[in-house]
């Protein structure tokens, strides 16, 4: 009877345990990062356009990673969305760079 309660009671607990997983780059970008991104809005790499994305390239993609999660000219950090993780933005990036190539 003990060992009945202890395994109800461990798939219970995992049952409540929400996990945390990055959302996917291609829905972050639709939901935040497309708002500049899709039509180059103030002078954001539009998505695809390789040209547009080759001297961030070139900087790195630590560095490509730091301009989104911090900012860079006029855009704002995390595109504006504060709520997305370090982990969403990267997906978004990494979305967008895969575009890119």
């Known amino acids: 009877m003990n060992k009945i309660i202890i395994i109800t009671a461990s798939i219970s607990a995992l049952l409540f345990v929400a996990?945390?997983?990055?959302?996917?780059?291609?829905?972050?970008?639709?939901?935040?990062?497309?708002?500049?991104?899709?039509?180059?809005?103030?002078g954001a790499p539009k998505l695809g356009d390789k040209a547009a994305w080759a001297p961030r390239l070139k900087a790195g993609m630590a560095a490509v990673y730091n301009f989104a999660l911090k900012g860079k000219g006029v855009m704002p950090a995390k595109g504006g969305n504060a709520s997305l993780s370090d982990a969403d933005v990267k997906a978004a990036v990494d979305y967008m760079v895969s575009q890119a190539k």
């Open 19 to 42: 996990p945390s997983y990055a959302a996917s780059g291609d829905s972050v970008y639709r939901a935040t990062c497309a708002a500049c991104h899709a039509s180059g809005v103030m």
